[in-house]
């Protein structure tokens, strides 16, 4: 048979088979009820009794009868978007508390995974909207034909063969676990406490070919910046002056900062190229060019990194604009006769033209975004 | 006309304009006997075919409204790939942003990314660290909030004293738009979020691998992580495929092209949260963690961009408030420097943390003006002046400036930023 040919007789034979399949199943299904009976209904008489009745159920979005008392979880698990289908009601029988926490249900959970896909077969008879067979089953993995082909029933084997397997994270079962390589992929930041850092090292020696290779070019031979990238050194004790100079050694709190920065974003437009030895030894070099360590052979590595301090690292204040006199002493603002005599301008813009065509680099005193 | 000729371009701008008003007026005092030749003679557009539909599979505004775009300011940054530009807030009206004026902040250009490559990852203190697919996110229960986005150096240039001339810069890092996404909480709840999980961490996927700490808190809260804006797909600019929005806390937080959400029980002291986005007080100390946009507002016409070219009689003020503490309760607008204050009138839907429009009619008499608008939010903030701030804090915070605006408006109808007594 080709190739061609077995395709179309597998999907041929995957529509064919599901009535049948579930006919079978949904006879078997009517047993396991039984075990439901005590609290659900179905049929024309059924009414909400200790459960909510199950007419209608493929398709209804749980915990949305109105007039039964749900548990608190049910409803927000319908409200997250929970609507019962084949996959959700097969995975909630399975565990019931597990896939819905805090339901009121105290029925323990069907073990045998046919006694799920049976019962199932069974509830949708009582609902119109499961009368015709998900588009999902159609593209299901395809199966091995001949067996079917013949009209023997499915082994085991097939059966789950058809049936996805079911994800057991979370309450909607979206997305997929990562995998620990993709983790390490990615999560690359570190944190103060040292928490992030790669094994490696790198000396202030080494660091400084480097950085005229790889920073100088923007960031200045001795952190002093070119034009108006980053200052990376020097800046110490101004910061109450007018202008003060915010740089890694008078500013920044954590040395974790720079090295997770220098080795996510760092050189600017070839982020991710610098070796965690490199970055190392870049780090050892800009905290040699800010006078934290002097001596050229020192040498930072995962082993020392949370020894080393930076100077302002106590110059940082939680948020307390609340406290400040305009709001904290907040009245019903003045609406006549706020201020005494009429106003006069004591200060133009002094930048009245912000497009560069007349020279208006000199005017970037004025005030800066970043 | 001397006046005007005197300053530089922004006020030729309002000249030329008032120039083309004055000749509109001269064709109406002819048209009182001929008719205006705008509706005696045939006009182009109304004797030839114009465009098919098949001329602009996607629309763009009139040839007449080319002059409505963002701006940038070259000298403020060191390049434009790590720079910012401006929405032309002086342009618009209602609370919309079009997503095309959107201003822009990218800290490495703006990413390409293919939405099939583009995948999003919880990662750190839960039970299942999980990948979703733009596909995998779209089968999450969706919502739709307007927000208000305002990066926390909007004004940045003006606490040493008027700066700018045009509320486009002084004012334009803002922007509000309909967003549709999922909430983050649902997100984490699929990977299980451990009993020690105090902190989230934000990560993009741009070359600068943008990064901020955020309290659990406000994950569980409100944010969103969205794909749409104002119904369409993000643009790239704005983080396409995927951001997150955090209503009502400053911009830098909303990390674009949003690729992973680590669970963490500290924060990470990222370079956006240390060396940038702390605010330095005058004593030397700054402040971390601002994450609140405060209550603000801003005449957004008359400005600087937008003189009065009508001349005397009826005119129209309006402008633009919000909170990140929630909505707008009342706009007061005063048109002599703060000497007296009149509520303006708010319009158009007023949503919790997204933008709101105000107006106020008034005749001018051709005097001129002192401009100023007052915002007030639900929670009872008043918008502060800025001299209050700077008693506050100094003249170095760089961020957080939400103090009153002043526009002069001379007699002439030309309007520049000042300070005043």
């Known amino acids: 048979m080709s190739r061609f040919l077995e395709v179309v007789v597998a999907a041929a034979t995957l529509l064919a088979i599901p009535a049948a399949a579930h006919a079978q199943d949904a006879t078997a299904g009517e047993k396991v009820f039984a075990k439901c009976k005590a609290c659900h209904m179905v049929g024309d008489s059924a009414r909400n009794r200790i459960g909510p009745h199950l007419n209608e159920l493929f398709g209804r979005t749980a915990g949305t009868i109105e007039g039964f008392n749900y548990s608190k979880a049910m409803k927000e698990a319908g409200a997250s ?260 005599g009429k106003a006069k301008i004591t200060m133009h813009a002094a930048v009245l033209d912000v497009t560069p065509e007349d020279g208006n680099e000199d005017e970037a005193s004025g005030g800066s975004i970043d | 006309m001397t006046e005007m000729k005197s300053s530089r371009r922004s006020f030729l701008k309002g000249g030329l304009t008032a120039g083309a008003a004055a000749a509109a007026a001269a064709v109406s005092g002819r048209a009182m006997a001929e008719g205006d030749p705008a509706i005696t003679e045939v006009q182009d557009w109304n004797r030839y075919l114009g465009d098919g539909v098949d001329a602009r599979p996607y629309g763009h505004p009139s040839q007449y409204e080319s002059h409505v775009v963002r701006q940038d300011v070259p000298w403020l940054t060191a390049d434009p790939i790590s720079s910012v530009n401006f929405t032309p807030l002086h342009e618009l009206d209602g609370i919309i942003t079009p997503n095309g004026l959107c201003f822009e902040r990218h800290h490495a250009g703006i990413a390409d990314i293919d939405p099939a490559q583009h995948r999003l990852m919880i990662n750190g203190l839960v039970e299942t660290p999980l990948v979703f697919t733009m596909g995998d996110l779209m089968r999450f229960p969706r919502e739709n909030h307007v927000y208000f986005l305002e990066c926390a150096a909007n004004s940045g ?86 951001r997150l929005v955090l209503p009502g806390w400053e911009g830098n937080m909303w990390v674009k092209w949003l690729r992973r959400i680590e669970v963490g029980d500290k924060p990470w002291h990222q370079r956006e949260e240390t060396s940038k986005y702390t605010d330095l007080l005058a004593n030397g100390k700054a402040r971390r963690f601002t994450w609140v946009m405060d209550v603000k507002s801003v005449i957004t016409s008359p400005s600087p961009q937008a003189p009065i070219t009508h001349g005397k009689g009826r005119a129209v003020l309006t402008g633009l408030a919000w909170s990140g503490n929630g909505a707008i309760s009342r706009v007061d607008v005063s048109l002599d420097g703060g000497r007296n204050w009149t509520t303006a009138r708010l319009d158009g839907p007023s949503f919790s943390k997204a933008l709101h429009r105000f107006y106020h009619e008034f005749d001018w008499d051709g005097s001129e003006l002192f401009l100023q608008s007052r915002a007030i939010d639900e929670k009872g903030f008043v918008q502060p002046t800025k001299n209050e701030l700077r008693a506050a804090r100094g003249e170095n915070s760089i961020y957080h400036n939400n103090g009153i605006q002043t526009w002069h408006v001379a007699k002439d109808g030309a309007v520049e930023n000042v300070e005043i007594s």
């Open chain 2, 157 to 242: 240039m003006e606490w040493r004293g008027a700066q700018l001339n045009g509320c486009q810069y002084t004012h334009g890092m803002v922007h509000c738009v309909m967003y549709t996404g999922v909430r983050l909480k649902h997100l984490l709840r699929e990977a299980g979020v451990k009993e020690s999980a105090k902190w989230l961490l934000a990560e993009g996927a741009d070359a600068s691998a943008m990064t901020r700490s955020l309290p659990l808190e406000k994950g569980l809260e409100d944010c969103l992580v969205a794909w749409k804006m104002n119904g369409e797909a993000l643009r790239p600019e704005q983080g396409y495929p995927l």
């Open chain 1, 81 to 340: 978007g929970l609507v019962w289908d084949e996959e959700t009601l097969g995975h909630f029988l399975a565990n019931p508390r597990a896939s819905v926490k805090g339901t009121r249900m105290a029925f323990p959970g069907l073990k045998d995974e046919g006694d799920v896909s049976d019962l199932t077969a069974y509830l949708k008879r009582f609902s119109k909207q499961a009368d015709t067979a998900p588009a999902e089953e159609a593209s299901a993995p395809v199966v091995e034909p001949e067996a079917r082909a013949e009209g023997k029933a499915p082994t085991p084997e097939e059966k789950t063969a058809i049936v996805r397997p079911i994800p057991t994270h979370g309450v909607l079962h979206l997305g997929r676990p990562a995998t620990e390589q993709e983790i390490t992929a990615w999560d690359i930041d570190v944190r103060p406490d040292g928490l992030g850092l790669p094994e490696g090292s790198g000396t202030v020696m080494e660091g400084e070919p480097l950085y005229t290779e790889r920073c100088a070019s923007c960031h200045g031979d001795f952190g002093e910046a070119i034009g108006r990238w980053p200052v990376l050194a020097g800046g110490f004790d101004t910061l109450t002056r007018e202008r003060p100079v915010k740089t890694i050694g008078s500013y920044w709190p954590y040395l974790s900062t720079v090295y997770d920065y220098i080795r996510r974003a760092m050189p600017f437009g070839d982020a991710r190229s610098l070796t965690d030895d490199e970055v190392y030894a870049l780090t050892a070099y800009v905290l040699y060019l800010n006078d934290v360590v002097t001596d050229q052979e020192f040498e930072l590595s995962k082993e020392n990194f949370t020894s080393i301090e930076l100077p302002n690292e106590d110059g940082f204040v939680v948020d307390d604009r609340l406290s400040e006199p305009h709001y904290a002493e907040a009245a019903d603002p003045c609406m006549r006769n706020c201020k005494p």
